[in-house]
Nanobody, 115 residues
């Protein structure tokens, strides 16, 4: 599985941003997929994930109600719609998939939220 994240940028607090993650290699609808993020000097943290079908979605408490994960299986793409962004959301965002016990990571896309 290869993952390619994009869509990061510099925004102001309260703004919205949408990240994308394009996958290739394995049948996209055969594994769950999700997002992690890592801020400078901090450990990588879980953001959320979506099931193979797209119906089940999970979020960390820090983003619940503000972020929405979705996936388009027909286009092998996962999305992260981020609303009401806060400076503490500043981080490099990584897409992640786990398939047959292996972890796969995208290269990361930087999101910076100014106050």
């Amino acid at each position: 599985v290869q993952l390619q994240a994009s869509g990061g940028g510099l925004v102001q607090a309260g703004d919205s941003l949408k990240l994308s993650c394009v996958a290739s290699g394995r049948a996209f609808d055969s594994y769950p997929i999700g997002w992690f993020r890592q801020a400078p000097g901090k450990e990588r943290e879980y953001v959320g994930a979506v099931s193979q079908s797209g119906f089940a979605k999970y979020y960390s408490d820090s983003v619940k109600g503000r972020f929405t994960i979705s996936r388009g299986n027909a286009v092998n793409t996962m999305y992260l719609q981020m609303n009401s962004l806060k400076p503490e959301d500043t981080a490099t965002y990584y897409c992640h998939a786990q398939d047959y016990g292996f972890d796969y990571w995208g290269q990361g896309t930087q999101v910076t939220v100014s106050s």
